[in-house]
């Protein structure tokens, strides 16, 4: 494949073109999230806080 003797090395290579598109999906995800100020950070019902 490719030229590439082995396995290990297309192997790598998939693995790391998966690793990139897993990150990409995880921050796409992920916006915006936990950027909450200390005191504007939504507060848990139930916990007796407040």
Do not use: D, K, Q
């Not at 494949?1 to 598109?21: H, Q, R, W, Y």
């Amino acid at each position: 494949m490719f030229g590439l003797e082995g396995v290990a090395v297309p192997l790598g290579f998939a693995l790391t073109i998966l690793s990139a598109l897993a990150c990409v999906v995880y921050g796409v995800l992920n916006w915006n999230r936990g950027h909450y100020p200390e005191e504007a950070r939504p507060r848990r019902a139930g916990r007796g806080e407040g």
